[in-house]
C-alpha cells in the first residue's frame, strides 16, 4: 500500500491544482470528488476513478475499497488530507476521477425526453440545485449553454451532493442547443418576462426541453425569438423574479404532472 505524507508531494502539489484550477483539470482531464456518497454516485454514474486517497483515521482500506475496487490506493495522514479536503466535515476519503466528454452527441434520449436547458449560470450553488432538482425529477439530461463556470469545480461537485454524476450532461453553445433541438423535435418552452404566457397552459406531455436564463438577466434574445412559446410563472409579490433554480423546479415538476409523475 502506497503512503503518502507529505503535502510537498509532487503528486499532492497536481491534486491541489486540480483543485484550483480549472485550467489544470482540462489539461489532465481529471478531476476530484471528495466524500463516500459523491464517490460512489459517480462510480454509479460511469465515472472512471483513477485512485483513491484515504485518511486510515476516518475511513478504512476495506471501507475505502468498497467504493472502487479496481482504482490505485494510496494512504494519507491528517495533513495531507486537511490540504486535499475541501469541506469541514467529511469522510476521509478522496477520488481522481476522469472527466467525461460533454457532447451534445453523447446524449442518449428517451422517446418523449424531458429536458432542462439553463443559460450561462454563473453561481455553483445554483448549478448544484439545477442538477439536484433535474435528478429528483429524473429528467434524460441537463443541457447547459455558453458555460460560465467548468462543471468540474469543487465548489458543483460539492453543492450538486453527487447529482453532478446522476445526471446526463452536455454544454453548448445556444445556436448549437437550439439547432439540436430543433433536429430532434424537441419544443422548448423559454422562461422569460417578455411576450409569454402562464406556463400552466402549455402541454409538456410532447418532447420538451424547459429553458431558464440567469436572474440578474434573463435569457438572450435568441432563445426568445426561437422558443416554440414563452412562458411566464405568475407572480403576485413585489419583485418579477425568484431564484433560477426555484423557477426551474416549479416548471419541471408542472411538466412530471402533467406525465403522471
Not at 59 to 78: G, H, Q, V, Y
Amino acid at each position: 500500500m502506497k503512503q503518502i505524507t507529505s503535502i510537498q508531494n509532487p503528486f499532492i502539489k497536481s491534486l491541489v491544482l486540480l483543485q484550483e484550477k480549472a485550467k489544470n483539470r482540462k489539461q489532465s482531464g481529471t478531476f476530484l470528488i471528495e466524500g463516500v456518497r459523491e464517490i460512489s454516485l459517480a462510480v454509479k454514474g460511469n465515472y472512471e476513478i483513477q485512485t483513491i486517497l484515504f485518511y486510515p483515521e476516518i475511513c478504512s482500506e476495506t471501507e475505502a475499497k468498497k467504493l472502487a475496487p479496481r482504482a490505485d490506493f494510496i494512504e494519507i495522514n491528517k495533513e495531507v488530507f486537511q490540504k486535499l479536503s475541501y469541506r469541514d466535515t467529511t469522510e476521509g476519503v478522496l477520488a481522481v476521477a476522469k472527466s467525461k466528454s460533454l457532447q451534445l452527441s453523447d446524449l442518449k434520449l428517451s422517446e418523449t425526453p424531458l429536458i432542462l436547458v439553463a443559460e450561462a449560470p454563473e453561481k455553483p450553488g445554483n448549478i448544484g440545485a439545477l442538477l439536484r432538482t433535474a435528478d429528483a425529477a429524473n429528467l434524460d439530461a441537463v443541457i447547459i449553454a455558453n458555460p460560465k463556470s467548468d462543471l468540474y469545480n469543487p465548489n458543483i461537485v460539492r453543492s450538486s451532493v453527487g447529482c453532478l454524476f446522476t445526471n446526463q450532461i452536455a454544454t453548448a453553445s445556444t445556436s448549437e442547443i437550439i439547432t439540436f433541438l430543433k433536429e430532434k423535435n424537441i419544443n422548448f418552452y423559454c422562461a422569460t418576462l417578455q411576450n409569454s404566457t402562464s406556463y400552466h397552459t402549455q402541454d409538456y406531455t410532447q418532447p420538451t426541453a424547459l429553458v431558464v436564463g440567469t436572474e440578474a438577466t434573463g435569457l438572450t434574445q435568441e432563445w426568445r425569438d426561437a422558443a416554440t412559446q414563452n412562458i411566464i410563472i405568475p407572480m403576485q409579490g413585489e419583485i418579477d423574479s425568484m431564484n433560477v433554480s426555484v423557477a426551474a423546479a416549479i416548471l419541471i415538476f408542472e411538466a412530471k404532472r402533467q406525465r403522471g409523475f
